[in-house]
């Protein structure tokens, strides 16, 4: 059992900057993959980006390539999500999520958390 708590949401203006972090509790942390999603008013929860237990491979979503970094320290239970340039399409509330999975880009994970707001105003 994981259980997750994200922070370090707000509302920013555009071109600016932002770093969530997924505290998790728990042991198992260091065996989990992690993703970070988001969702929109109106829209259906998107894969944003997702790393794996050790840190040593990563995907994003195209839309957020080269503005979005993704990290983790197991030694800290913390997976981080860096958000640079932002844009007011990236207004969404953020999920962290959390599981041994095989398709890291689906809402499949077993553990989430209640989720951050992140506001971009132009």
């Known amino acids: 059992q994981v259980q997750l708590v994200e922070s370090g949401g707000g509302l920013v203006q555009a071109g600016g900057s932002l770093r969530l972090s997924c505290l998790a509790s728990g042991r198992a942390f260091s065996t989990y993959d992690m993703g970070w999603f988001r969702q929109a008013p109106g829209k259906e929860r998107e894969f944003v980006a997702a790393i794996g237990w050790s840190g040593r491979r990563i995907i994003y979503a195209d839309s957020v390539k080269g503005r979005f970094t993704i990290s983790r320290d197991n030694a800290k239970n913390t997976g981080y999500l860096q958000i640079n340039s932002l844009k007011p399409e990236d207004t969404a509330v953020y999920y962290c999520?959390?599981?041994?999975?095989?398709?890291?880009?689906?809402?499949?994970?077993?553990?989430w958390g209640q989720g951050t707001q992140v506001t971009v105003s132009s």
């Open positions: 999520a959390a599981d041994q999975i095989s398709s890291w880009t689906r809402n499949e994970y077993r553990y």
